[in-house]
């Protein structure tokens, strides 16, 4: 890396001025250049390139240093894996600091779904930046915002969706989505599921049933929202093995109950679910219940709301979770973010002229909405997706990751750990036993002990070996989402130290 890249990451890490302490006027602090591929940054060196750099002097501060500077200003509400700083990514690799490299199973909760610094988003972005960085949405079109929409209409799941509107975030896009629903059909109401994640904003947060944490004590929020049970096996109380027409059954039977006791249909705008649950536990919903959702929506007038956030753009394997339900299963609204630009900020929800030409004109905006770099690496990780090769990459790895869950779940060794497998496509998880869970101890011979907090510990392994992988749901669940470039050796190597992690929790017990 030539002294110039190396002063302009030093800058970006600097400390602002207003922060200066008061011997040191002005202090400003270093990264050493990533002088190898291996991106082991040391931190805190000062430069040796005098001409290039601030006269005053500069404080060292080392990878440790920064981290407690973060825990002492970083706001106490933000949950971290690992205190790590991160000063580097490429594909499915993270480089620390201190010189680690972390194979990356979490792509950044289901963003980087190219792998980090994809070259042909990041080049497409980095040509933008010089071309047109920022149009306000309500001051003029910009081209990437129009270019974004011809790239992503005929990828929809449905031709009816052909209305765009950008935001940052995917709880912003289902706050928009919440507008669009109550403002076309004059009803406040909002069905969601248990287990549901929709976002922590007020609108979004009440819409999100999968822990209580992401919105405790921070009440009251959006009124009007009622939950019904996700055709899951913990949501209805029944065993892991229970059949999915069973599991449909049941949840048809509990929505039912909601449009009878809990609210009116005609006091119902929308019902919102996500395709496969996210922080639910990686759990998907069997096609029946789609359609069941379909049937009730038009029966009633409701607008029928489908959160493809984290499941879009071939997590599960096509374009878009609902792609797996029928050729073209129809949402009145479909919400995506996170894979849509690889890690850009932009989100977005689509529906059709119907919905959409309910809006008061200027009742939708946002400064940052639509911002025209995310919307230049969007366009730019479409021509990658459309290339085919992320698909067919998908298909091998989930093939090659299940193979491994599914003999952790088989094997006399473990099987007394697991009580469920499932995913689609890379959007895999594990959901162990719990002997506080009755639930979970389906086919458990009698008296088999079950080993606590199994998920912690094989995470907790996992992150010692220096791969990154998440827990999800309030259950004992480890999900598995690498970015859709993982290689053979890179899911092998990871399902390796995953096996080793569930068989040391099982012999210790
Ligand atoms: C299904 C789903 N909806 C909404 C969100 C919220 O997105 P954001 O964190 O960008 O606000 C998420 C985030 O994980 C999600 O998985």
Not at 76 to 89: A, E, I, N, P, T
Not at 106 to 132: E, K, Y
Not at 354 to 366: H, Q, R
Not at 438 to 461: A, C
Request: net charge neutral.
């Amino acid at each position: 890396m030539s002294t110039r890249s190396f002063t302009r990451i030093a800058s970006r890490l600097s400390i602002p001025r207003s922060q200066s302490r008061t011997t040191i006027p002005f202090v400003r602090t270093y990264v050493t250049p990533t002088s190898t591929k291996s991106g082991a940054a040391a931190l805190a060196q000062q430069p040796q390139h005098h001409d290039e750099v601030d006269a005053m002097p500069a404080p060292v501060r080392t990878a440790a240093q920064w981290a407690d500077f973060g825990r002492d200003h970083v706001s106490h509400g933000l949950g971290r894996l690992r205190d790590h700083v991160v000063v580097k990514g490429e594909g499915l690799d993270l480089y620390t600091a201190e010189g680690k490299k972390l194979l990356d199973f979490t792509a950044g909760i289901g963003v980087t779904n190219l792998g980090h610094c994809h070259p042909t988003v990041s080049q497409a972005a980095a040509a933008q930046i010089n071309t047109l960085v920022h149009l306000q949405c309500s001051i003029a079109f910009h081209a990437p915002y129009l270019q974004l929409i011809e790239r992503l209409l005929p990828i929809m799941p449905h031709p009816s969706l052909d209305q765009f509107f950008f935001w940052n975030s995917g709880s912003e896009a289902n706050e928009a989505a919440i507008k669009v629903a109550r403002k076309a059909t004059g009803r406040q109401n909002i069905i969601v599921f248990q287990g549901a994640y929709h976002g922590r904003t007020m609108g979004s947060g009440a819409m999100t049933r999968s822990k209580p944490i992401y919105t405790q004590g921070s009440g009251p929020l959006m009124p009007g929202v009622f939950a019904s049970a996700y055709p899951y096996w913990h949501s209805l109380g029944v065993n892991p093995s229970t059949s999915e027409e069973e599991l449909v059954r049941l949840a048809k039977h509990q929505l039912d109950l909601v449009l009878r006791q809990q609210t009116n249909p005609s006091d119902v705008a929308a019902i919102f679910i996500e395709p496969v649950q996210g922080e639910g536990g990686y759990v998907p919903c069997p096609p029946a219940f789609m359609h069941h959702l379909r049937e009730v929506c038009d029966k009633h007038g409701i607008v029928l709301v489908v959160d493809e956030v984290q499941t879009g753009f071939f997590r599960t394997g096509k374009y878009f979770a609902i792609d797996h339900i029928s050729p073209s299963f129809r949402p009145d609204i479909m919400v995506f973010a996170k894979g849509v630009a690889n890690g850009f900020p932009i989100s977005g929800i689509v529906s059709n002229k119907e919905l959409m030409g309910a809006l008061d004109v200027g009742s939708m905006g946002g400064t940052y909405a639509g911002n025209a770099v995310a919307c230049a690496a969007g366009i730019a990780a479409q021509d990658v997706y459309a290339s085919g090769e992320i698909e067919t990459n998908v298909e091998a790895r989930s093939e090659q990751l299940y193979v491994t869950l599914n003999r952790l779940a088989t094997s006399p060794k473990t099987r007394h750990l697991i009580a469920d497998v499932r995913g689609v496509g890379l959007m895999a998880a594990v959901e162990f036993r719990s002997a506080a869970d009755d639930l979970t101890h389906e086919g458990l011979p009698e008296g088999t002990t079950i080993p606590k907090n199994i998920g912690k510990r094989v995470q907790d392994y996992c992150l010692d070996k220096d791969l990154l992988v998440l827990t999800t749901s309030c259950f004992d669940t480890i999900r598995f989402i690498p970015a859709l470039v993982v290689s053979e050796e890179q899911m092998s190597r990871a399902m390796k130290i995953v096996t080793e992690a569930v068989e040391k929790v099982a012999l210790e017990g």
